[in-house]
């Protein structure tokens, strides 16, 4: 998809990525509009249709009483991975809200945090979407795995 014909999100995405910095500049961006995202230093590494990657680095600040990330760290990455992407994807008629999150925790989470949300294409019809969230440390092992389910429904009409 060339930025012609991109929504604004992925549209910004693509123009940021041009810079220096770029995936540092757009993250920026997106944790000025929603900015609690911003208490984890979140970084979009890769956004795409219907998939986003962001990055939560292991500082003192997200850590747990032993050291690793904690997972409501992580879970906010893969809300912010989700948001991202969702809006980056959904269909121009519709909308999005985030109804729940149900994730597991499978491993400790002691490096870098890679936070991966996905759907499919088709899975972009009213009423739920559930968007499958994992996250992986720096040696690609699965530390958190779940999924976020969204209601989607139609925009109303302008008047």
């Known amino acids: 998809m060339d930025a012609s014909t991109a929504n604004h999100v992925l549209s910004l995405y693509q123009k940021t990525q041009k810079y220096p910095f770029g995936d540092k500049i757009f993250s920026m961006m997106v944790a000025r509009t929603a900015p609690y995202f911003a208490t984890v230093k979140p970084l979009i590494t890769h956004l795409e249709p219907n998939r986003c990657e962001c990055m939560v680095p292991k500082r003192r600040a997200v850590h747990n009483h032993i050291k690793t990330v904690h997972v409501i760290a992580i879970c906010n990455g ?61 040696q690609g092992i699965e530390v958190v795995k779940g999924h976020i389910k969204l209601w989607i429904s139609e925009k109303p009409s302008k008047q």
């Open 78 to 138: 893969l809300e912010m991975a989700m948001g991202v992407m969702a809006e980056a994807s959904i269909p121009k008629h519709l909308r999005w809200i985030p109804k729940g999150m149900n994730v597991e925790y499978t491993a400790k989470a002691g490096s870098d945090i890679r936070c991966v949300a996905t759907v499919e294409p088709e899975q972009w019809q009213v009423g739920d979407l559930y968007v499958n969230v994992t996250a992986y440390d720096t």
